[in-house]
Nanobody
Framework: QLQLVESGGGLVQPGGSLRLSCVASESIHSYIVGWFRQAPGSGREGVARVSRSGGRTWHADSVTGRFTISRDNAKNTVYLQMNNLKPEDTSVYYC????????????????????WGQGIQVTVSS
């Protein structure tokens, strides 16, 4: 079964940048991949999604213009470039993958039958 491992998190000052990576144990060319985050006491919210081909993406309003999702299927890796980070971005970030037959779909939600990574902490603080 596909396994996902996140990396690249940590502590950063407001206005700083981080790049998260989600590395899969096998090919992800048949999967939509999304990044989600969950702060203490809150539900898991979608941050960004990318289609199988990488040609279509979606970003939450709260991160549009600051975060960018991308994927490299040859490396079985999905990235989340996070710029101009704010304290409210502090959360545990998870990547998730959902198998789909639709090459350009970006539909993935926390309630779907997804494969999840273990999560990684991002803390934005001075």
């Amino acid at each position: 079964q596909l396994q996902l491992v996140e990396s690249g998190g940590g502590l950063v000052q407001p206005g700083g940048s981080l790049r998260l990576s989600c590395v899969a144990s096998e090919s992800i060319h048949s999967y939509i991949v999304g990044w989600f985050r969950q702060a203490p006491g809150s539900g898991r919210e979608g941050v960004a999604r990318v289609s199988r081909s990488g040609g279509r993406t979606w970003h939450a309003d709260s991160v549009t213009g600051r975060f960018t999702i991308s994927r490299d299927n040859a490396k079985n890796t999905v990235y989340l470039q996070m710029n101009n980070l704010k304290p409210e971005d502090t959360s545990v970030y998870y990547c998730a993958a959902k198998r789909t037959a639709y090459r350009e779909s970006t539909i993935i939600s926390p309630s779907d039958d997804n494969i999840w990574g273990q999560g990684i902490q991002v803390t934005v603080s001075s």
